[in-house]
């Protein structure tokens, strides 16, 4: 998928043969981040981060997680809802060799531009989580790799109009990795505490962490700035590091507006609030 590869020539065979317009290496400086380990019910899951200065149309990204015999598991792939409802989202994975390979593609068939990944150069866009089962002892070892059949390379895929002609563009983003599972084993939190959301500013979606050092039950508040109560997430935990996602929605399910919020948490006497923004 890079050049002469199935993404790109999916994404842009009606382009390229209605027009003749040629790929072309954009020389900006994406960046496709790994961050944001989070461990839930034996699971670590890690957060799949774009930070792009064009908008994007496809990605081609190939991932090696550890070597033959180390003892990691990728137990499955969950596409963001930014992307969930693109025309193809597709992750193949091989837990002998370590490798995952996810290919998505905004549209098939046509160049809808507000089907493609807007910029997000300060945070980035989430569009996807790994789901990982460690074992004790391993250390993260993630990486990018290149094939040569089928082709594949890290690589972002544009649409853009030049001189009233459309042509497909690629890059070839810088890889970040800032993921720690400290042990496969659950290292409890030693006190309560709230994270500030990430990304942010963020669109549509951003996350954050409640940590309990014991079961508790918690309740989750989100306010708008005139105070009024916007989304709720209430329930009981086990002690550990708990994620939690707000995808800009209030209680009801309608998407609310730009603007900052604040999010306040309670469980077992802890209260602490923080703000975020929502652009869009």
């Known amino acids: 998928m890079r050049k002469v590869s199935l993404i790109c020539l999916t994404l842009a ?5 209605a027009t003749g317009a040629v790929a072309r290496d954009t020389g ?3 960046v496709l981040r790994l961050s944001d380990a989070v461990l839930e019910d034996g699971e670590w899951k890690v957060a799949v981060h774009v930070l792009n200065e064009q908008e994007l149309a496809g990605m081609d990204i190939p991932i090696r997680f550890g070597r033959q ?3 990691i598991e990728l137990i ?15 992750a193949q994975t091989d837990n002998e060799a370590k490798t995952v390979i996810l290919g ?4 098939i068939v046509g160049t809808r531009a507000s ?8 945070g980035g866009t989430q569009v996807a989580t790994l789901v990982f089962r460690v074992g004790d002892g391993y250390q993260p070892e993630f990486e990018t790799f290149t094939t040569k059949s089928p082709g594949h390379a890290l690589t972002f895929i544009y649409t853009r109009y030049e001189n009233g002609k459309p042509y497909v563009g690629e890059t070839s983003p810088e890889f970040e990795v800032d993921v720690d599972f400290k042990s496969g084993a659950a290292t409890l939190p030693k006190e309560y505490a709230l994270s500030q959301n990430f990304p942010n500013p963020f669109n549509p979606s951003t996350s954050f962490t409640l940590s309990l050092p014991e079961a508790s039950d918690y309740s989750i508040r989100i306010f708008n700035v005139a105070g009024q109560l916007v989304k709720s997430f209430d329930g009981h935990a086990e002690a550990g590091v708990h994620k939690v996602v707000w995808h800009g929605t209030n209680n009801q399910g309608s998407h609310v507006a730009s603007g900052a ?3 306040r948490a309670e469980a077992g006497g802890f209260t602490e609030t923080r703000k975020m923004m929502l652009l869009k």
């Open 115 to 122: 089907a493609d990944l807007k910029v997000a150069v300060h």
């Open 104 to 107: 998505l593609i905004s549209e």
């Open 76 to 90: 499955r792939v969950d596409f963001a809802d930014r992307v969930v409802d693109w025309d193809f989202t597709y």
């Open 28 to 30: 900006s400086q994406d």
């Open 69 to 71: 015999g180390d003892a």
């Open 13 to 17: 065979a009606g382009i390229l043969l």
């Open 261 to 263: 919020y604040f999010y």
